[in-house]
């Protein structure tokens, strides 16, 4: 059974930092892109970064480009979300979420994390 | 970067109901597009990949149809568990982006 068990997230100042952590088992990790979502309270989701299996291509949205940085480490079957300059408006539960296939550039997400809650305020 | 508008926001349905959701992409996605079921507190879940493509697991009442700009999808025979939020996404180009959402709501 796929598990994404997501960690790191809790409550910031603005302008301040955060790194999340997704940790995947019950698949071949290495073989899959990962993504990350998030939804601000109230919200719809909202795509934020995106990884490719090996790591070498990321992909961000504009409204995060420049600030958060994504990464993986498949030794560890994990992926991170370095979050920095943190702002009011990137609260929200985020979400990872792993590729439907193995081998493409883009893909739908088949399997989600059940979220961490970042929070920004003072 | 390309928007996608998503409509209606809010639906009211009965069990039993059929209704469509319908999604535009500002730019050709091809068959690029999935659509998304989430209820408060839990995690999405895939329903339709590549515009028409039913996911593992999913019931037959739900369906995908559409292609270049203007999607859809249609739930046949409504359930109890399927009154949650539907999202589309494209993703032909990054970054991903997502419809706004459409609340399916009783009656």
């Known amino acids: 059974e796929v598990q994404l068990l997501e960690s790191g997230g809790g409550l910031v100042q603005p302008g301040g930092s955060l790194r999340l952590s997704c940790t995947g088992s019950g698949f071949f990790f290495n073989y899959y892109g990962m993504s990350w979502v998030r939804q601000a309270p109230g919200k719809g989701l909202e795509w934020v970064a995106g990884?490719?299996?090996?790591?070498?291509?990321?992909y961000y949205a504009d409204s995060v480009r420049g600030r958060f940085i994504v990464s993986r480490d498949n030794s560890r079957q994990t992926s991170y979300l370095q979050m920095n300059s943190l702002r009011a408006e990137d609260t929200a539960i985020y979400y990872c979420?792993?590729?439907?296939?193995?081998?493409?550039?883009?893909?739908?997400?088949?399997?989600w994390g059940q979220g961490t809650l970042v929070t920004v305020s003072t | 970067d390309i928007q996608v508008t998503q409509s209606p926001s809010t639906l009211s349905a009965s069990v039993g109901d059929t209704v469509t959701i319908t999604c535009r992409a500002s730019a050709k996605i091809g068959f690029w597009l999935a659509w998304y079921q989430h209820k408060p507190g839990k995690a999405p879940q895939l329903l339709i990949y590549q515009a028409s493509s039913l996911h593992n697991g999913v019931p037959s009442r739900f369906s995908g149809s559409g292609s270049g700009t203007e999607f859809s999808l249609t739930i046949t025979s409504l359930q109890p568990a399927d009154f949650a939020t539907y999202y589309c996404?494209?993703?032909?180009?990054?970054?991903?982006?997502f419809g706004q959402g459409t609340k399916l709501q009783v009656k």
């Open positions: 990884i490719s299996r090996g790591g070498s291509d990321t």
């Open positions: 979420a792993k590729d439907r296939a193995t081998n493409v550039i883009v893909a739908a997400a088949d399997d």
């Open positions: 996404q494209q993703y032909h180009d990054f970054p991903y982006t």
